[in-house]
Structures are given as C-alpha cells and as structure tokens.
C-alpha cells in the first residue's frame, strides 16, 4: 500500500502543515461551512501530528506497549466517535478536511496586499458542515461492521442497519466525484462504481442467503466500500497530495482497510451514556476508561437501591413536614 510504504519512508503524508509549528490547522466556521487552512506539505521534516496515518501508527505502539488510556486516541476511533461538530471540528484542524467542496493555495487565488505569492504555498478548503457530519456516520457504520466482522456471533439484522445507513448516505458520493473532477480538472483518485452503490443498496434489506454464510453481506459491502479508494502508486510526491488535496478521506479507509484486514479488538463501552468506540487494552475490558466504569457502577447501583432510598426520604421529609 503505497500510502503505508511513503509513510515509513518517514516522510510523512498529510492534507498540510500547520502555519504556526505545535498549533492546529487554521480553521473558520464561515456559515455551513469549514474553512480550513495550512501549509502546503513540503515533506522535508518528520511527520507531525496532522499526518493520520502516523498518529494511528503512534497510537498503535502506544497501545501494544500498554500505556494507559490510548484506546480512544486514534484517528479512526476519533472520527467514529465524533458525534458533536465540536468534536468533527477539532478532527478537522488536526487532520484537514474530510471531503472539501473548494479547494485553492495562494498561487491560485493571490493574497490581497502581497505583492507575490508566499512560499511555502497555503492551502485553503472549504469543508461542508453536513457533509461532514454525513461521512462521520457511514464510517462510523463501516467501523461497526468490520468490528462485528472480526467477532464470532454475527447480527445480521444489526448489521442490514449499517449497511442501510451506509448506502443512504453514500449516495451522495457520485455527486462529489463530479464536483471534485469539475474543480480540480483530473480524475480523482477514488471512485464509486454505480453498480457498487447498487449492490450495496440492494444488501441493505432482505433476508440472508439461507446456505450462504449470514456474514457475507456485512464482507461485500466493506469490500465495495474499500475498494472505492484503492491503492494507488504515485512517481512523486506532488502526485501523491494531489490524491487528498480534495480531502483525506482515502487516508481514513486506509485504515479501515487495516482494521479489516488485520483485525484488533475493537470495543464499544458499555456505558449507557457513553457507547463510544475503544481500542480494547486488556482483554475482557468492557468501558473504555475508569470513569466510565465508574459512572456505571454506580446508576447500576442506583437503579438498584435508588428506589428504596428514594423511599425512604420521602418518608422521612414528610414526617419532618407535619
Ligand atoms: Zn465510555
């Protein structure tokens, strides 16, 4: 996979650089929209933290080395989990924009009151609040099922949800590959083939295959969905960011593709109030951290002596009353 092997190289690959080094991307809510700013990556130092796939990879070691409460800290759980726009926007200015609906550097669309273009170049893109919110669901969806995949007991039923989530929203896709090849004047690097989104739109109700295995389903529409964003090799690096200039969500199903192909345990927290997704980091672990545990334990303890307590009180305040 040419995005992992350019990663390795150490050279990193990211949407952009921040403008000022240790802070976030630049980002403006303007309306409905994100618009994110940053350096033009020149790959000539280290990756830093906007590189996705390195902070997974950190993540990762972090993990299999046991440090404490890193199983929400990557990328792909981070996005997945992302259920506020508070929560989308600081992905945002970490990482860069998801799927941009305009993007122009400086050499493009000159500064007002310079002169000449500064180097290195800016990159600016305008993100689409719902869209974004959108993507965050179908991924979140597709890291369900590959979750549910890599597990013994299948549901099929639980897992025609995601799919019907995942086809309703991946509808809007061919809109977007249009949208990104009228602004960008090139075919972009993925692509969504009509029968695929068919194919997967048809899986999203029915009943299983009585001799097929009731998992089958779940494994085709991840492939469709992997296999919009294939692998590809690029001769430089230039080629290579053109290939998330318009968004790094290839990156994210790069990752996707990992976790499928090499299952880790993922989680869901068993906290009512919580349920998000974490990397399990000791086996049987049911809460993705010691609060939520806690907080758990203790309205299962409420639910059971709450009520007598409850009682009680009450008692006693209208005794004290009379
Ligand atoms: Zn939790």
């Known amino acids: 996979m040419t995005i992992v092997e350019q990663n390795r190289k150490g050279k990193g690959f990211q949407w952009a650089d921040p403008l000022t080094k240790g802070a976030g991307l630049e980002l403006k809510q303007v309306g409905a929209e994100l618009h994110i700013s940053g350096l033009l990556p020149l790959y000539e130092t280290n990756a830093g933290p906007s590189d996705l796939v390195r902070q997974y990879e950190v993540a990762r070691k972090h993990l299999t080395i046991g ?3 890193t199983g929400k800290k990557s990328p792909h759980i981070r996005f997945a989990n992302a259920d506020t726009d508070d929560k989308l926007i600081a992905f945002s200015q970490q990482f860069g924009p998801v799927v941009a609906k305009y993007v122009y550097d400086n050499y493009q669309v000159p500064e007002p009151g310079l002169p000449e273009p500064r180097w290195p170049p800016r990159l600016t893109a305008h993100q689409d609040i719902q869209e974004l919110r959108n993507e965050r669901l179908i991924y979140r969806a597709a890291l369900t099922l590959v979750m549910d995949l890599a597990r013994p007991n299948f549901d099929f039923l ?18 977007q590959w249009e949208r990104e090849q009228s602004e960008s004047k090139r075919e972009p690097s993925w692509k969504l083939k009509p029968e695929s989104l068919e194919r997967i739109e048809g899986l999203s109700s029915g009943s299983p295959g009585l001799m097929l295995p009731p998992n089958l389903d779940g494994r085709i529409v991840i492939c469709e969905l992997l296999n919009v964003f294939r ?10 960011h053109s290939s998330i200039r318009y968004g790094i969500r290839p990156l994210l199903y790069s990752l996707l593709r990992r976790e499928f192909l090499y299952p880790r345990e993922v989680a869901v927290c068993a906290n009512d109030q919580c349920r998000e997704f974490f990397e399990v980091e000791r086996a049987g672990q049911q809460f993705c951290s010691a609060e939520c545990s806690l907080h758990q334990r203790q309205r299962d303890y409420w639910k059971k002596r709450g009520k007598k307590l409850r009682e009680k009180r009450v008692k006693k305040q209208s005794k004290a009353g009379r």
Do not use: F, V
């Open 67 to 69: 440090q404490q409460r």
């Open 158 to 175: 639980a897992a025609q949800h995601c799919i019907g989530e995942i086809a309703a929203k991946m509808s809007d896709w061919p809109r």
């Open 231 to 240: 692998s590809t090799i690029y001769p430089n690096l230039s080629e290579m």
